[in-house]
């Protein structure tokens, strides 16, 4: 994969802009790298665009990912660094500060449905000398915004790097003492990471931005608290009761969806382009259903055994056609059939169909937590 100069450029150009107090708007790449692996979204200002170090911390990050055989996706509307980055995308702004990544959060959420974050943000709030006191109060609205609008994501939350100038740095360590507390607010999947501790200004290569051995460093930390958290660097396959979620077929990277966002009941499901639409926002209940639009349910049809059976909504009534069994390998299952939702023909492509049929272990059959 080629550097991108443009994206390039135009970030340090975005940079140099924010910084005068103005604002860059660039369009979002045409086209997202992926892997079908686990989503990562990489949150946050330039140090997380990588500026000076084209990629930053996600150069070597990735690279530590790789060798330890792990299959990650980053996710974002961002896109740079060089040909050792796998995988380009990510969600970081030159420039911009906490304020500014809580305005566009729930939308890159939406796009991207990440399973695990890792934000870094504020220097730009101690850089700008921008309302220091209030910065705690926005870091923990923008967590609390990110915890509702995606709830089964693992959040890391980075105490930010040093800066080299004295009156700056004071800030920074003034604002990473807040942060502990704040993260220890937010339930047991939002996690601290210390990016501060060990770290110098011989690790910056501009008094603020990190050189690539302060990159290198960054990759370390994120790297160790990931594998901390081994459920970060896996999906969700059993869709939390209670929870409203997308379920992503991963051979397709399509989500299951209501056909023309209908609440008719009989409606078809297919797979579509995964967009967090109400259509594709299912509640699993304790009772075994799955939950659309509050009132409709997943449905076999007839409550039908044969292969091929029609998969649809219906009005929600506690039927043995409406109930399943969500397990680890990824499947779900019909109580009434002992038969699995399936994507007709392993298709890939959207508007194919979702059936019954016989569990076969197969892709079509699987089913993870977006």
């Not at 135009?10 to 910084?19: E, N, P, Q, T």
């Not at 059939?337 to 023909?345: F, Q, R």
Request: proline letters at 5%; one cysteine or more; a neutral charge.
């Amino acid at each position: 994969m080629r550097w991108n100069f443009r994206r390039f450029w135009a970030a340090v150009l975005g940079f140099a802009l924010a910084a005068a107090g103005l604002t860059l708007v660039t369009a979002a790449p045409a086209q997202a790298e992926s892997n079908g692996g686990v989503r990562v979204m990489p949150l946050g200002d330039s140090i997380t665009d990588g500026f000076n170090v084209p990629g930053g911390y996600r150069v070597n990050l990735w690279q530590r990912l790789v060798a330890g055989q792990y299959t990650v996706d980053f996710v974002g509307s961002g896109f740079n660094g060089p040909s050792t980055l796998g995988d380009h995308d990510h969600e970081g702004h030159s420039g911009w500060r906490i304020n500014d990544l809580d305005a566009n959060i729930v939308g890159w959420l939406r796009n991207s449905a990440p399973r695990t974050i890792l934000l870094h943000i504020g220097t730009n709030d101690m850089n700008q000398n921008y309302d220091v006191a209030g910065a705690p109060a926005r870091l923990s609205a923008l967590i609390d915004k990110i915890r509702a609008n995606a709830p089964v994501a693992e959040l890391f939350v980075a105490q930010i790097v040093p800066a080299g100038d004295p009156a700056l740095e004071a800030r920074i360590q003034t604002f990473n003492a807040a942060v502990p507390g704040i993260v220890a607010q937010k339930g047991p999947m939002t996690h601290l990471v210390d990016m501060h501790t060990g770290f110098t200004t011989a690790d910056l290569a501009d008094g603020l931005h990190p050189n690539a051995g302060g990159y290198a460093k960054m990759a370390e930390r994120w790297f160790a608290a990931l594998r901390a958290v081994p459920g970060s660097l896996n999906p969700v396959a059993v869709p939390p009761v209670g929870t409203a979620v997308s379920l992503s077929n991963p051979q397709s990277n399509r989500c299951l969806d209501v056909a023309g966002i209908s609440t008719t009941p009989g409606a078809q499901i297919h797979i579509w382009d995964c967009n967090g639409g109400t259509n594709q926002r299912w509640t699993r209940t304790a009772a075994g259903e799955l939950r659309v639009y509050g009132d409709r349910c997943l449905d076999v049809n007839a409550n039908g055994t044969a292969n091929g059976t029609k998969v649809q909504i219906w009005t929600c009534n506690g039927g043995t056609a409406q109930r399943f069994t969500f397990n680890t390998n990824g499947t779900i299952v019909g109580a009434g059939s002992g038969k699995c939702l399936d994507v007709a023909a392993s298709g890939t492509v959207n508007g194919t169909l979702v059936q019954l049929w016989e569990c076969n272990g197969t892709g079509a059959q699987r089913w993870s937590v977006r």
